[in-house]
Nanobody, 114 residues
Framework: QVQLQESGPGLVKPSQTLSLTCTVS??????????WSWIRQPPGKGLEWMGA???????YYSPSLKSRTSISRDTSKNQFTLQLSSVTPEDTAVYYC??????WGEGTLVTVSS
């Protein structure tokens, strides 16, 4: 019954910060042992795990993206967010939020272009 929905701008300019929000329904982001991830898929490439925020608020990031990635949450809204700074066209991808590995949002395409 958990449902997730990504939202945010579909177009971001190079050097700016990409910001997305995942709204969760049917489950609480503070449920014990749950983790909430951001994953992306660039055109023609495979899935790339970006990072996650745990039920406790602790965060973990892919080493390749750690320096540019920040995941946070708003427990009152049952939302968690992604910020990816200093974007380039290589960051163009479909971005997904997910609960564990079982429940995924439908994804949202973010294009980095001037």
């Amino acid at each position: 019954q958990v449902q997730l929905q990504e939202s945010g701008p579909g177009l971001v300019k190079p050097s700016q910060t990409l910001s997305l929000t995942c709204t969760v329904s049917g489950g609480s982001i503070t449920t014990n042992y749950a983790y909430w991830s951001w994953i992306r898929q660039p055109p023609g490439k495979g899935l790339e795990w970006m990072g996650a925020i745990l039920y406790s608020g602790s965060t973990y990031y892919s080493p390749s993206l750690k320096s540019r990635t920040s995941i946070s949450r708003d427990t009152s809204k049952n939302q968690f967010t992604l910020q990816l700074s200093s974007v380039t066209p290589e960051d163009t991808a479909v971005y997904y939020c997910a609960s564990g590995i079982s429940y995924w949002g439908e994804g949202t395409l973010v294009t980095v272009s001037s």
